[in-house]
């Protein structure tokens, strides 16, 4: 029924789509008798805010999963696995969020808050769609760092580009409003219904969802305002309505073959891997045979040569045409990522667990850390022994519970109770990078952040733009130079940037990114 809801709300939308994109000419002309619906931009607002095909690829994929070095690439000329900008790319996802008719995103969900704002009856689709714009926004300041935010989205031409770290205070305090918002018992309000296809209005999820979005956000800030970041995460942890088993994970489901015509019923992975640009990279793969782990048959297939083999990152292109880096000597991805039914993951149950170790190592949060890493960790089997039988059709669990305990107790992984902050942060991070392996926008924020887990050397010559430095930012789309020249130079400018000739280097710090132990030589 659901898939069903998916199809025929999209269908609607693809006939009305060029005019969601003129929200004032359409509200204005005497010849029309109505306006879009908020539902409609709503159900629009969240499978496109989920990325569609070409945006998942470009963004997504092709900078967060090779930043964070879950792939590399085997593709000559392409240059963000060896640190080198993609202005296309990168300006592919800025349109997404901000004018992009096509996949357009931002518009869509912030026309749908405004529609709602002073309507009672609408208090609940209101509460919904802040939550959604939080979770899409959240994921472009952290690849851009200050970004138009309070006046984007809002028929404004050249909106100014406001500080990442009041964006974030108010993510952080929206999300809270909006949570507390939602109330299924109120008769007076009106239903969300199935245009809600991410949790068809299910409020009890929104508000887990909200609320384990918070305390994403709220670690995000941690060596940033770690007072700002304490208050959040304690307050979300003494409530306790956060994500509480996998089947609490925010994922959007897919409908393949639904007809909707523009690819977004089908999972953006399906078509980037039969693209065949990438293969495991050599950093995940070691780690997963170092520590013997059993998600290691999920995550990866054997090469062709039968081995279990990683592509090493940032090859340079007379590297990739090297024989001994042909493609059919990796390691390709595990078949459930790759599939038409897959989900799309925005956040899942275990790693809200390392949130929670997180915060208990901090000692913001109860329990102890050591339980909620351990919980974290069969809940990662759990899910993916889910997936395989949701999505491939299997019937025995892909990751016995006897090789689950062996996991645990190995020496690579088991707790280090007895060990210092830095020892167990870096336990807590590595695990909670592999439980959401593919989701590499989120993996690249917290490697940022933490330090964890130290990846790889990249191998090409001269180490790209950043002398082999993980990048900490991208560079801003370059057609903002001629669309808001003077914001842009503002932006540029606060982080020690040279406005004059709109360089801000992609090695400068955002503002959460402030932690110490993390060495970083700006340029």
């Known amino acids: 029924m659901k898939k069903k809801t998916i199809t025929g709300l999209l269908l609607a939308l693809i006939l009305i789509g060029a005019c969601t994109d003129d929200f004032e000419r359409i509200n204005t002309d005497p010849t029309r008798t109505t306006e879009v619906p908020p539902e409609m931009l709503f159900t629009r607002a969240l499978v496109y805010g989920a990325l569609r095909y070409d945006v998942y690829q470009r963004g997504k994929d092709l900078y967060g999963n090779r930043y964070s070095q879950y792939l590399a690439n085997i593709q000559p000329g392409w240059g963000t696995d060896r640190y080198e900008t993609r202005q296309d790319w990168l300006t592919a996802f800025w349109q997404a969020s901000y004018s992009g008719a096509g996949s357009n995103f931002g518009i869509n969900i912030q026309r749908t808050i405004e529609m709602t704002a002073n309507d009672p009856a609408m208090a609940n689709l209101n509460a919904q769609a802040r939550i959604w714009r939080v979770f899409t926004m959240h994921r472009v300041t952290d690849f851009w760092g200050d970004v138009p935010y309070f006046n984007a989205q809002q028929g404004v031409l050249r909106p100014a580009y406001d500080s990442q770290e009041e964006i974030y205070r108010h993510m952080l305090d929206d999300l809270k409003?909006?949570?507390?918002?939602?109330?299924?018992?109120?008769?007076?309000?009106?239903?969300?219904?199935?245009?809600?296809?991410?949790?068809?209005?299910?409020?009890?999820?929104?508000?887990?969802?909200?609320?384990?979005?918070?305390?994403?956000?709220?670690?995000?800030?941690?060596?940033?305002?770690?007072?700002?970041?304490q208050s959040h995460v304690s307050e979300v942890l003494n409530e306790g309505l956060i994500m509480t088993s996998n089947s609490h994970s925010a994922m959007l489901q897919m409908d393949p073959g639904g007809g909707a015509g523009d690819l977004v019923h089908e999972n953006p992975m399906y078509w980037i891997f039969r693209f065949d640009e990438y293969r495991i990279s050599q950093t995940l793969m070691d780690m997963l045979l170092e520590k013997e782990d059993p998600r290691l048959s999920v995550f990866a297939r054997r090469s062709g040569r039968g081995t279990w083999t990683g592509l090493p990152n940032g090859l340079s292109d007379s590297q990739l045409g090297d024989r001994d880096n042909s493609p059919r000597n990796f390691s390709i991805h595990g078949r459930y990522f790759v599939q038409q039914e897959t989900p799309i993951h925005f956040i899942i149950y275990p790693e809200v667990k390392f949130l929670e170790a997180e915060a208990a190592l901090r000692g913001w949060g109860p329990g102890s850390a050591q339980d909620h890493y351990e919980e974290g960790i069969r809940a990662s089997m759990a899910?993916?022994?889910?997936?395989?039988?949701?999505?491939?059709?299997?019937?025995?669990?892909?990751?016995?519970?006897?090789?689950?305990?062996?996991?645990?107790?190995?020496?690579?992984?088991?707790?280090?109770?007895?060990?210092?902050?830095?020892?167990?942060?870096?336990?807590?991070?590595?695990?909670?990078?592999?439980?959401?392996?593919?989701?590499?926008?989120?993996?690249?924020?917290?490697i940022r952040r933490t330090g964890y887990p130290q990846l790889n050397p990249i191998m090409a010559p001269g180490g790209g733009e950043t002398d082999g430095q993980l990048?900490?930012?991208v560079r801003y789309p370059t057609e903002e130079q001629g669309l808001n020249p003077e914001n842009l130079r503002d932006a540029i400018e606060r982080h020690g940037g040279n406005p004059g000739n709109f360089d801000l280097h992609p090695t400068r710090r955002m503002w959460w990114d402030a932690n110490p132990n993390v060495i970083v030589n700006e340029m």
Do not use: C
């Open 471 to 473: 990048p900490r930012r």
């Open 383 to 446: 899910f993916f022994n889910h997936g395989h039988r949701e999505v491939l059709g299997e019937t025995e669990d892909v990751i016995p519970q006897d090789a689950v305990n062996e996991y645990l107790a190995h020496p690579e992984v088991a707790f280090n109770s007895g060990g210092g902050f830095e020892e167990q942060l870096e336990q807590i991070s590595t695990q909670k990078w592999l439980a959401i392996f593919g989701q590499g926008l989120e993996a690249w924020a917290e």
């Open 177 to 229: 409003a909006a949570v507390a918002q939602l109330d299924e018992f109120d008769p007076d309000r009106v239903r969300t219904g199935p245009a809600d296809v991410l949790f068809n209005d299910d409020l009890d999820q929104w508000r887990r969802f909200g609320n384990s979005l918070r305390l994403r956000l709220a670690m995000r800030v941690s060596y940033a305002d770690p007072q700002l970041a």
